[in-house]
């Protein structure tokens, strides 16, 4: 019931093409879902977040897509860069807490 | 501005040692947490601190353990340490919390041996 589900664990993508990464998760309590980047060397770095009640949230090429209904939201870079080569993380939380539950990441690389 | 700022960053430990851990937040910030990074397990929460207070706790076994300090600053201990508490520790820092953002230190990584 607390976990949340990512996939997938690796994608390689073409520089200029859309990176996808899909969570799902299962308690329908969770009311925040932030996705933080992490570089080699370095702590996750938060890129955008998103509530319940917002079925899209955009920032630049990247683009959170929420659905409720299905329990499951998805993160998309558009025109992916090989500076985009990272792991993202997806995450959740519960409105009385601020314990952050994130999935088990995936590694993105972009070719160039 | 200065980020989180996490000592030290690498530590070779030996099983049944004990071992502390420093985080200093950004500047202004009260909320304090802690997580593990494996490669197995992912991101698992710790504990949160806000104004010296213990306000969350993960699922650790006792032997992990922390506290802040009334600038702010948050230590993490580890007793009698196992080879699987091998990890990057990560700090992160919020004005209060998930609302306003955390922002992650670079880590310590800990070797048990």
């Known amino acids: 019931q607390q976990q949340v589900k990512q996939s997938p664990q690796s994608l390689i993508v073409q520089k200029g093409g859309i990176s996808i990464i899909n969570c799902a998760y299962e308690n329908t309590a969770f009311d925040y879902f932030p996705w933080y980047q992490q570089f080699p060397g370095k702590g996750p770095a938060l890129l955008i977040a998103?509530?319940?009640?917002?079925s899209e949230k955009k920032e630049g090429r990247f683009t959170i897509s929420f659905n409720k209904s299905a329990k499951q939201f998805s993160l998309h870079i558009m025109d992916s860069q090989p500076g985009d080569s990272a792991t993202y993380f997806c995450?959740?939380?519960?409105?009385?807490?601020?314990?952050?539950?994130f999935g088990k990441g995936t590694r993105l690389h972009i070719l160039p | 501005k200065a980020g989180v700022t996490q000592t030290p960053r690498y530590l070779i430990k030996t099983r049944g040692q004990q071992v502390t851990l420093s985080c200093s937040p950004i500047?202004?910030?009260?909320?304090v947490s802690w997580y593990q990074q494996t490669p197995g397990q992912g991101l698992q929460f710790l504990f949160e601190?806000?104004?010296?207070?213990?306000?969350n706790k993960g699922n650790f076994p006792g032997r992990f353990s922390g506290r802040q300090f009334s600038n702010s600053r948050s230590e993490m201990n580890v007793s009698t340490l196992e080879l699987g508490d091998s990890a990057l520790y990560l700090c992160?820092?919020?004005?209060?919390?998930?609302?306003?953002?955390?922002?992650f230190g670079s880590g310590t990584r800990l070797t048990v041996v």
């Open positions: 998103i509530r319940p009640d917002v």
């Open positions: 992160a820092s919020s004005l209060d919390g998930r609302n306003y953002g955390y922002t």
């Open positions: 995450a959740a939380s519960l409105n009385r807490d601020d314990k952050i539950i």
């Open positions: 500047s202004g910030h009260r909320s």
């Open positions: 601190y806000f104004s010296e207070t213990q306000r």
